[in-house]
């Protein structure tokens, strides 16, 4: 069935779109480690308790000296749970200092895990935006994902970032909500489902959030496992392939950001870097020979993965490309 | 073979090999009832997945299933819109039950 479904290039090229290229670099993507404190059956990056992959302090001091050189407007962290790497509130602070903005991809549940109860607080004082993962308003369809407690705890989390101001109209401390789809099917119109989700996590819980971001889940690693072991992976790839959005193209994040490996490697993005896809045509390699000038406008790696970011609305670290 | 395959669902297009004139007109029509109106393409997937089960349509229950959750919907609300299509079609066979009443009181004494 796989050769039977066009590449991603091919595509493209059916589409007169050409080749996927970058624009002018904005956001230094850094995935800190694989280790988190949950292990869902989603996760595109194999995360979970007994990982050891982890980022250096010598390759935080790499990324923020790259983003002092370059003024990179935004710095995203991510993980794994990035804030069980013992040198992430370095990498915040340093970020902040150097005057980027920073977006931290946070689980909820770690704030609950011993040593980390000052986590709303440092997120505040660094004006860190949360993007909180959180698959569902309902406990079944949460937990199906992330695992038996997950809903709860995260339900505990939010209120404490709620209480700091977090999620609060007028307060400027963001609180994004992320949806996968709880299996083998497109996430939902973004603007419909935040509706619902607002009401219903006021209604039923007294919690308050900004804006929820949809994402597809991608057809590689724990995902695929699973698309694999439930007879699934041949209909949810020809979804992904017949639901090409050429419309999506334009917004892709992999033409506005670099992505940066636990052991300082540069990829197109979190997913290329997780199937290690290097960057082509002879681009740097490592952060420590990052120039964000030379990789601005480069070619970028595609496989078949690339359609989980194209289908319907398309889906980005920032939801839903189209609207 | 069984009579319905799952397959067949994705050979629906075939059905316009003949007069495809009319089947390009009852899928321009059929997509755009799904498009959010003054119902949401939420509610809309609803009202198709309990017809389908009134229909007792296997392709619809299989495509409505899928279409109700990437619009947003949960297995509970998918579940009460499947007892509505079910009560309604159990009620609209009880109601008859007054035909069958006014059958026995006309030949009966």
């Known amino acids: 069935m796989e050769s039977s479904l066009p590449s991603f290039a091919e595509t493209l090229a059916v589409q007169g779109l050409g080749e996927l290229r970058a624009e002018k670099i904005t956001t230094l993507q850094v995935n800190v480690g694989k280790l988190c404190n949950q292990a869902c059956k989603h996760c595109h990056v194999d995360a979970g308790p007994h990982r050891t992959e982890i980022m250096t302090r010598e390759t935080i001091e790499q990324a923020l000296a790259v983003v002092r050189r370059f003024h990179v407007p935004v710095v995203d962290i991510t993980g794994g749970a990035p804030e069980l790497n013992p040198h992430f509130d370095r990498l915040v602070t340093g970020a902040r200092e150097a005057g980027a903005h920073v977006i931290v991809r946070h689980n909820l549940t770690v704030q609950l895990t011993p040593g980390k109860e000052n986590l709303p607080a440092f997120f505040r004082a660094n004006d860190v935006e949360i993007i909180a993962s959180l698959p569902y308003f309902l406990a079944e369809q949460t937990d199906a994902q992330r695992g038996r407690g997950v809903f709860e705890q995260s339900i505990e989390a939010l209120r404490r970032l709620n209480a700091l101001g977090y999620g609060q109209e007028g307060s400027g401390l963001l609180l994004h909500l992320v949806t996968n789809p709880v299996g083998a099917f497109l996430p939902p119109n973004q603007a419909s489902i935040e509706r619902d989700f607002k009401r219903e996590m006021e209604a039923r819980y007294g919690v308050e959030f900004n804006h929820l971001y949809t994402i597809t889940n991608m057809p590689i690693h724990r995902f695929l496992d699973y698309l694999h072991r439930s007879g699934n992976y041949e209909r949810y790839m020809e979804k992904l392939v017949h639901s090409f959005n050429p419309a999506t193209v334009p917004g892709l994040m992999c033409r506005t950001l670099i992505s940066v490996g636990w052991d300082g490697r540069l990829y197109d993005c979190d997913f290329n870097q997780m199937l290690e896809l290097p960057l082509t045509d002879g681009m740097p390699q490592t952060i420590a020979d990052l120039d964000l000038d030379r990789l601005a406008y480069r070619r970028i790696a595609t496989g078949r993965h690339c359609f989980g970011c194209t289908a319907g609305a398309g889906s980005s670290c920032g939801g839903a490309v189209t609207k | ?109």
């Open chain 2, 1 to 109: 073979m069984a009579y319905y395959e799952e397959k067949d669902l994705d050979r629906f297009g075939e059905v316009g090999k003949y007069r495809p004139d009319l089947f390009a007109k009852f899928m321009d029509w059929y997509q755009a009832v799904q498009e959010d109106g003054a119902l949401s393409r939420r509610e809309k997937a609803l009202i198709g997945l309990a017809v389908a089960h009134a229909l007792q349509c296997p392709y619809c229950i299989d495509a409505y299933a899928q279409a109700c959750l990437e619009a947003g919907s949960n297995p509970e609300q998918m579940t009460e819109a499947i007892h509505m299509a079910s009560a309604i079609r159990g009620g609209a066979a009880l109601i008859h039950g007054v035909q069958a009443h006014n059958a026995v009181e006309k030949i009966t004494m």
